[in-house]
């Protein structure tokens, strides 16, 4: 009886910007979708993203940012993951981009893109569909 | 080398991507975890695993995270599994633990993993045992489990850790109500969290005539006790003299918990508790006591093991068609459930004679 693969996805919240109602109400809807989704909070650089992510061995990072610091926490967040062998966990991103933000972010490696208002059901389908995709 | 081996060998030497990888084996029950951890098993048995529990909100967390800092300044490295319950409709579960983690994240030294409780309903993951065999074979000198304390979970925790910190904290409504029955048979040390905040002497002082009430009765049975002083922490955090119910336990041979008071949000009065740690096992150890506790854990192991190769066993000899043949006439009320266990397990020994 070995267990369906649980997805497992982190939440994160870089930047400094100091509210997090909407990364909590995509935490929430996750859960509620059937996920494990670890939620780590406010404030966390990119360093700290990757390392409670590595060490939950999550299948996913969800970022979700309001300040308009993404084109500088991103990369980085990117580039760490790269260094620890570890870009193969999804990274999608929720928060306010201008609109000629979001192809940079989608290069970067980013496979989704949630504007404020997304539907939650479909950043869980999104996520379900993208992880069933890479087996 | 295969790859189950491979990890193995991997988590041995630290690497904590290697552990990473094989926590989520083990909670995903994937055949490789058996072997990995059949490899490791000699390597364990070194680290001090303190389970933590205790009421929604009353500051495990921020506590283990503060424990985790003192124990690091000592050398120490530290492993911390924060278990929390899966919803049993959706399966889902919000893991918000590691928000007060956070400080260690650039730590080699400290290594923590948030489990749901997946199968289990109410009580730890049933991987719990087999995480913390992994975090003590990966090098761990100290690992905390972090639990909310609430009916199984408070025995299951009590069977998985050598030693139970029980935490409170005033203003949670009725303090004596706080401190259910069984709480009280588990703990090794108390912690009275958010001492900052007013009620944390009349709850501590309600713990101490529980446990004093306990202890009269317990003289009676077997005519001998110890004295227990609630431990103070004075203006600068330190504590007392008085307050060192630790070693005055240790003294007697027989283990007292000492209730300590602490401001874990200001790293507070977390050494007495660290010391409090260390003094347990040593009485442990002293009185021969951690070795009984082991077999216990061994045969609680053996047991539960058992039990789940035995369902996997019948099931499988059954097959898919049969079980469900079976359910649906029990669901009709043919056949009573006994009797479709008997069923199955007769399958089960059919399909045993035909391999012979
Ligand atoms: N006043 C005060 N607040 C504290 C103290 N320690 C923790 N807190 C606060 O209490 C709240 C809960 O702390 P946690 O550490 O998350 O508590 P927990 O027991 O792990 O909570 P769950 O895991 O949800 O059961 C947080 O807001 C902490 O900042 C303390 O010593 N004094
Ligand atoms: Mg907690």
Not at chain 1, 109 to 120: A, I
Not at chain 2, 256 to 279: D, S
């Amino acid at each position: 009886m070995t267990q369906q693969p649980k997805i497992r996805v982190l939440i994160a919240k870089p930047g400094l910007d100091g509210h997090d109602r909407g990364a909590k109400v995509v935490a929430r809807a996750l859960r509620d979708s059937g996920m494990e989704v670890i939620y780590t909070g406010l404030r966390q650089t990119p360093e700290m993203i990757v390392e409670a992510a590595l060490q939950e061995d999550v299948d996913a990072i969800g970022l979700s940012i309001l300040s308009n610091a993404h084109m500088a926490l991103f990369p980085r967040v990117v580039e760490l993951l790269g260094a620890e062998g570890r870009r193969d966990i999804l990274l999608f991103a929720g928060g306010i981009f201008p609109d000629e933000d979001v192809p940079e972010i989608k290069k970067l490696g980013f496979r989704g893109v949630f504007g404020p208002g997304s539907d939650t059901r479909e950043i869980a389908d999104f996520i379900r569909a993208e992880i069933a995709a890479r087996g | 080398m295969n790859d189950a081996l491979d990890l193995a060998a991997r988590v041995a030497s630290g690497d904590r991507r290697a552990l990473a990888r094989l926590l989520t084996w083990i909670e995903s029950e994937r055949p490789g975890a058996r072997e990995a951890l059949a490899a490791l098993y000699p390597r364990t048995g070194r680290a001090h695993i303190v389970g933590v529990t205790g009421a929604p909100g009353t500051g495990k967390s921020t506590l283990v995270s503060a424990l985790a800092a003192a124990a690091r300044a000592r050398g120490r490295s530290v492993g911390i599994l924060s278990v929390d319950p899966s919803s049993p409709f959706t399966g889902g579960a919000l893991l918000g633990d590691r928000i007060r983690m956070m400080d260690h994240i650039a730590d080699r030294g400290v290594f923590m993993r948030s489990m749901a409780s997946r199968g289990s309903v109410g009580g730890l993951a049933v991987a719990t045992g087999d995480a913390i065999r992994a975090l003590d074979a990966a090098g761990c000198d100290l690992v905390f489990v972090e639990t909310v304390g609430a009916g199984q979970a408070e025995i299951d925790i009590a069977r998985a850790a050598q030693t139970v910190i029980v935490v409170e904290a005033p203003g949670l409504g009725d303090e004596i109500q706080a401190f259910k029955a069984g709480i009280l048979e588990i703990a090794d040390v108390f912690v009275i969290n958010k001492a900052d905040r007013e009620g944390a002497e009349r709850a501590a002082n309600a713990l101490k005539a529980m446990l004093d009430l306990g202890n009269t009765m317990k003289q009676r049975r077997v005519g001998r006790g110890a004295d227990l002083s609630a431990a103070t922490l004075d203006a600068s955090g330190h504590h007392a003299p008085g307050g060192t119910g630790a070693h005055a336990a240790v003294a007697s041979g027989e283990w007292r918990p000492p209730i300590l008071k602490t401001v874990a949000a200001e790293k507070r009065g977390i050494e007495a508790v660290l010391e409090a740690l260390e003094a347990h096992r040593t009485h442990l150890v002293e009185s021969g006591e951690i070795v009984l506790r082991e077999r216990e854990r061994a045969a609680d192991d053996v047991q539960r093991s058992l039990g789940r190769a035995l369902i996997r066993r019948a099931l499988e000899a059954a097959g898919p068609a049969r079980v469900e043949a079976l359910i649906d006439a029990v669901a009709a009320r043919r056949i009573d459930p006994r009797a479709a266990v008997d069923a199955l397990l007769d399958a089960r020994l059919d399909a045993g004679q035909e391999g012979e």
